[in-house]
């Protein structure tokens, strides 16, 4: 069974830069893509960014197009979330995600790390 482990969060002023690690243990990812979600306070939980395991084919909500970049490393089963230029409300907890094929649902939740971006 696939667990996936994230590390790199913590507490950074307005417009200072922060890389999330996710890594998939407990077997090899072979699924279709991996990513981040995010929960705000007060807020549903909501999509944040993905990239394909195979193409590295990557989408973003518009949010933080041009201040994020997800990338991945086949070979260490981890994918990583730059955030540069972090704002007040990017402040949540941040999911890494597993997904087995193309589909509207995520087959494998990471635990979550919390980010905070004070002003």
């Known amino acids: 069974q696939v667990q996936l482990v994230e590390s790199g969060g913590g507490l950074v002023q307005a417009g200072d830069s922060l890389t999330l690690s996710c890594t998939a243990s407990?077997?090899?990812?072979?699924?279709?893509?991996m990513g981040w979600f995010r929960q705000r306070p007060g807020r549903e939980r909501e999509f944040v960014a993905t990239i394909t395991w195979s193409h590295g084919s990557t989408y973003y909500r518009d949010s933080v197009k041009g201040r994020f970049t997800i990338s991945r490393d086949n070979a260490k089963n981890t994918v990583y979330l730059q955030m540069d230029n972090l704002r007040p409300e990017d402040t949540a907890v941040y999911y890494c995600?597993?997904?087995?094929?193309?589909?509207?649902?995520?087959?494998?939740w990471g635990q979550g790390t919390q980010v905070t971006v004070s002003s």
């Open positions: 995600v597993g997904q087995l094929i193309p589909s509207n649902e995520y087959d494998y």
């Open positions: 407990g077997g090899t990812f072979s699924g279709y893509s």
